[in-house]
């Protein structure tokens, strides 16, 4: 997806979102679906907007910078991140686990996420904060969560490999992931453009897939990988 089009989620996700098509509310009239006259400004909107061709993409706050600003190498990490939970989610519904409907609030909050991210603090009026605040809550829902598998789980004695079955191999994935996302919000919180809660979050989801992994593997009794040294 493009930086474009995760900006444009992001801004949704903020309540920037199309009411109708191109913003507007519906209207009535003939040749509406509901009966009434359809109108160009009625119609869909495109999905290119061709505003990006010459590399540079819009904050929420309507700066224009280019695509390789540190807003949108974050942006594209979320929008990543959010994809390969929805893959591992997708393994895990196959298997019957309870904590998918916890994944698809993570991919909820991974949109506020990038909200905040899309709205650089140094531009942000005050609506554009309102709409995009982060708050510790979520972090501390994760931790929750974190704190529930862990008891659950035996004891780790080894370092653990990628594996256990598609489910847990896939949230491992979405871990590794969110650590490259984690990586690129850090510098904007360090330069005071983002919130830090939202580094926090990321720190956060990273154990709390770590864990869901192994937990996975247990649930499927499948064999986790362990590092065994080669021989020299």
């Not at 009535?28 to 006259?37: E, I, K, L, R, V």
């Not at 590399?55 to 190498?73: A, V, W």
């Amino acid at each position: 997806m493009s930086p474009g089009a995760v900006l444009r989620r992001a801004a949704a996700a903020a309540g920037r979102g199309l009411r109708g098509p191109l913003g507007r509310r519906q209207r009535s009239g003939p040749g509406s679906p509901d009966g009434g006259s359809s109108t160009r400004s009625d119609r869909a909107p495109r999905i290119y907007t061709r505003t990006g061709d010459a590399g540079f993409s819009s904050t929420f706050t309507g700066e224009r910078r280019p695509k390789g600003d540190r807003i949108f190498e974050a942006l594209g990490a979320t929008d990543e991140l959010s994809s390969a939970i929805g893959l591992a989610g997708e393994f895990s519904s196959e298997k019957g686990h309870a904590f998918v409907e916890q994944l698809h609030k993570v991919q909820c909050m991974l949109q506020d996420v990038g909200s905040n991210i899309a709205t650089p603090l140094s531009s942000a009026r005050e609506a554009h904060l309102k709409r995009t605040s982060f708050s510790e809550k979520p972090v501390l829902e994760l931790e929750q969560w974190i704190d529930s598998y862990s008891e659950q789980l035996p004891p780790l004695r080894a370092f653990i490999l990628p594996s256990g079955g598609k489910s847990s191999a896939a949230l491992h994935f979405s871990r590794a992931v969110c650590r490259r996302a984690e990586r690129c919000v850090v510098p904007l919180v360090q330069a005071g453009e983002a919130d830090p809660n939202v580094a926090k979050y990321l720190n956060r989801l990273s154990d709390y897939l770590f864990v869901l992994a192994r937990y996975a593997a247990m649930k499927e009794g499948k064999e986790e990988k362990i590092y065994v040294k080669p021989e020299a």
